[in-house]
């Protein structure tokens, strides 16, 4: 695990993310919050995102997306350099719960990091059509790690 968190790591992650990730920043994605457990980022609500439904609902590939990327990162501060060594998906799971109306935000936590091997969960909130914030899509990934 990295020997350091620096406390600025929010802004790093968002600033890489804006600058190297075409997808991710063309969604939108800003991070909210990241430690060593987990982390929180959004995609804001954008109607070039949504089903053709009435009212208007999230494609749910974005909250895949959410699910893959943020369950990803979060395992990042448990690698030997977080920077450059390379986590690549190996399995994601999406379980959608009901329809989003709204921005979507992903909460990740670690569940396990092996040497080679590393397990995330992660809970995918978004304003609904008829309850108002609640839990729209629940996710693990398990990512290969690639360390030095």
């Known amino acids: 695990m990295a020997e350091e968190f620096p406390d600025d790591v929010t802004e790093m992650v968002e600033s ?3 600058q190297h990730h075409g997808y991710l920043s063309w969604l ?10 987990g982390m929180t980022m959004t995609i ?3 109607e070039k995102l949504t089903n053709p439904t009435q009212p208007p609902t999230m494609h749910g590939g974005i909250a895949a997306t959410l699910i893959d990327t943020a369950g990803g990162i979060a395992l990042r501060p448990h690698l030997s350099n977080p920077v450059s060594d390379g986590v690549a998906t190996i ?3 999406v379980n959608y719960l009901r329809r989003a109306a709204g921005e979507l935000t992903a909460t990740a936590e670690v569940v396990r990091v092996g040497g080679s091997v590393g397990v995330s969960r992660v809970i995918v909130e978004s304003d609904t059509p008829d309850d108002g914030v ?6 693990q990934g398990a990512y290969r790690l690639f360390q030095d």
Request: glycine share 8%; charged share 15%; no cysteine.
């Open 44 to 46: 804001p609500y954008d």
């Open 28 to 37: 939108g994605v800003t991070v909210e919050s990241f430690t060593l457990d």
């Open 91 to 93: 399995n994601l799971n």
């Open 134 to 139: 609640q839990p729209v899509a629940v996710g």
């Open 16 to 18: 890489f993310i804006e």
